[in-house]
């Protein structure tokens, strides 16, 4: 079976007075029926822009400049706004960091969640607000009839969020984009928001591309990771043996990091440095400069994707963990 989402060698660059940006340099991942895709990396790795590049959202002066994105097999690379309009929200949806992103502030609940059905679906007013209804059910909101009535103001954020989520199930697209949804909530309500979207896969089939920094949430809930770092995805498999046996140095530091990983009381395990610009990379590999493993053909060369087995592959020029990894 085709995969729902498959991104092949997708370059979005924006083009500055300070140089051509390479946010997106040369990415390739495909998300299946029903599958958790956790893509992970630190800020201003490029993950929020390779979702956005999939939803159509690239402004001026950004610009795909190479590459395909097939939804359902269908080609997104090149379509116009008219035909975005007719995928988003229909064939894929995107949940923001911020549910202000999709919320206006001046609009009841109701008016802008019927608008958004009667976008793509010629339905009743009563019945569009029905559905409406029924998917703040879903997402747990009580009493949401009275909740339909209400501004974005009078909700908590957390409840914002899950307007936000009920709003991208309302067509029950085959694809979700999530950009680090549960970001800025607590603990609990980031569990409950957690496992009410791993229901929604294993429930409808649907397919989730979910974008974060926190490999604890990645953990609990993907299926396979992809890890990027400086606009390319540096390492990519199975959730489980890509946390228990890292391959690349990237992947090792962010694992470092966590206070979980360490003793009590001991210092955490820092990666040196920072992110180079994404307007000068540097020839070789763009992680060599904070890599304790860093030989001399880390410098003078960009590594290729190596593949190993179960659909594992790493870009790197000496892995690490190797034994017992068979290629």
Known sequence: MAPVLEVTNLKTHFFTRAGTVKSVDGVSFHVDRGEVLGLVGESGSGKSVTGFSVMGLIDPPGKIVEGSIKLNGKELVGLDEEGFRKVRGREVAMIFQDPMMTLNPVLRVDTQMIEAVTAHDKVSHKAARERARDALAKVGIPSPEERLNAYPHQFSGGMRQRVAIAIALLHRPPLIICDEPTTALDVTIQS?????????????????????????VVAGLADRIAVMYAGRIVETGAVDPVLDTPLHPYTNGLLGSLPAEGEPGAPLRQIRGSTPSLARLPQGCAFAARCDYAQADCLASAPDVTPFAGERGVRCHHPLNLAGVAA
């Not at 409950?192 to 229901?199: C, F, S, T, V, Y």
């Open 192 to 216: 409950q928001i957690l496992a009410e979207m791993q229901g929604l896969c294993a429930d409808t089939g649907t397919a989730l591309v979910w974008i974060t920094h926190d490999l604890g």
